[in-house]
């Protein structure tokens, strides 16, 4: 379970700082510009883990007088999806920060029906049946997005 989060066993402060540093280092090995909006939604998503909409983290860029429209805040996600920061969970409508940034990798969620947190995993033997069945199908996967909905072990 390579990239594995556990949101209730570990130090959030440094979460967010480790990834805050590693976009900025991954952007600039691909030569990206982590603009200071980029770079605010980022921290926005990772300031928990649970799933954040757009709509959410436009409030929440509100609350310090400046008003940004929703293009910007799109623009902003679909850029640090496109540098791998962040997933979309489809099933949601939201975003959550990526545990592996940098790394290729399918995303598999685990999210918690109660308290909402996510966990991801990358277990290369899901990834590995899901290509192979497909392929078996006849069809070649070109991403994988696995969520699982469930009741996470603090919450049991």
Avoid at 20 to 32: F, H, Q, R
Avoid at 126 to 139: N, T, Y
């Amino acid at each position: 379970m390579n990239g594995t989060v556990n949101p209730h066993e570990h130090d959030h402060e440094a979460c967010v700082e480790t990834a805050l540093a590693n976009a900025e280092a991954i952007c600039k090995g691909k030569g990206l510009r982590l603009t200071a909006m980029r770079r605010q939604v980022l921290e926005l998503v990772w300031s928990s883990h649970e799933p954040v909409g757009a709509y959410e983290l436009l409030d929440a860029l509100g609350r310090d007088g400046k008003r940004s429209a929703p293009p910007t805040v799109y623009r902003a996600l679909e850029f640090l999806r496109d540098a791998g920061l962040v997933h979309r969970l489809d099933s949601l409508n939201a975003f959550v920060g990526c545990a592996s940034p940098g790394e290729a990798h399918h995303g598999q969620f685990l999210i918690c029906r109660q308290c909402n947190q996510v966990i991801e995993i990358d277990a290369q033997a899901i990834s590995a049946a899901v290509a192979d069945s497909a392929l078996a199908c006849g069809f070649v996967a070109e991403r994988q997005t696995l969520e699982v909905q469930g009741i996470c072990a603090q919450c049991q």
